[in-house]
């Protein structure tokens, strides 16, 4: 059982839908992420949110938008989207700046949601 | 910009034996933490090791083991008694001190036989 909770599972969207995917923490962490994950290629962070402000935003296209209502939930708004989004994409929590003489959270990701855009 | 490098897209191993994995990283900041996580078909990121770069001894988690050698800037991953659960793809990754943000490597997909 993981402590983030990724949905749908997998997804298909036509080039003029509009759909959202959601993940859910219960890990008490203050930060959430989105990551891109596509084939042969490093994950790609897309968007940092701690303690519900976006706190980076790796120039992401405006067809993705994200929402974060609170420190548990984390929405990633998809509309107008191109074939090329086609991707896993994972999000995951943590806790944020902790000390750099402590130890640091590292990232737990949720199971992802396969997106495929026709 | 910091990157990582991880030159093997595919390795295979046979069960009980000893497999490393190679992880290289390219920074300019001198206090940074390294992991790596496991990717099984479920999909879910898994984290399986982290590595402190203030500290100078080698990580280690059950039959998982680092050996990071700062001034190479190199982090592999050594599996020892691999077994079949293990089979999945592996990704280095690198986030610098008092920052959250990781930089993966593009993986590897490790195959254990019997």
């Known amino acids: 059982e993981t402590g983030v909770t990724q949905t749908p599972r997998h997804l298909v969207m036509g080039m003029t839908n509009k759909k959202s995917l959601k993940c859910e923490q219960h890990?008490?962490?203050?930060?959430m992420y989105w990551y891109k994950q596509s084939a042969k290629k490093p994950l790609e962070l897309m968007f940092v949110?701690?303690?519900?402000?976006?706190?980076e935003n790796n120039s992401v296209p405006s067809r993705f938008s994200p929402e974060c209502p609170n420190s548990s939930h984390l929405f990633l708004h998809l509309h107008t989207l191109q074939p090329e989004d086609s991707a896993l994409y994972l999000c995951?929590?943590?806790?944020?700046?902790?000390?750099?003489?402590?130890?640091?959270?590292?990232?737990?990701f949720g199971n992802g949601t396969r997106l495929t855009v026709t | 910009a910091q990157t990582v490098t991880q030159s093997q897209p595919e390795m295979s191993v046979q069960e009980a034996e000893t497999v490393t994995l190679s992880c290289t990283y390219d920074?300019?900041?001198?206090?940074?933490?390294l992991f790596w996580y496991k990717q099984p078909p479920s999909r879910q990121m898994i984290l399986v090791i982290r590595?402190?770069?203030?500290?100078?001894q080698n990580a280690t988690e059950n039959r998982f083991s680092v050996n990071f050698q700062k001034a190479a800037k190199s982090f592999s991953l050594k599996i020892s008694d691999s077994q079949l659960g293990d089979a999945a793809m592996y990704f280095c990754?690198?986030?610098?001190?008092?920052?959250?943000?990781?930089?993966f490597g593009t993986g590897t997909r490790l195959q254990v036989t019997l």
């Open positions: 995951a929590s943590s806790q944020y700046r902790v000390p750099l003489s402590s130890y640091n959270s590292p990232l737990h």
């Open positions: 890990l008490g962490h203050n930060a």
């Open positions: 949110y701690s303690l519900e402000e976006r706190v």
């Open positions: 920074t300019s900041e001198s206090d940074y933490y």
């Open positions: 590595q402190e770069a203030y500290k100078q």
């Open positions: 990754a690198y986030r610098p001190g008092t920052a959250s943000k990781l930089t």
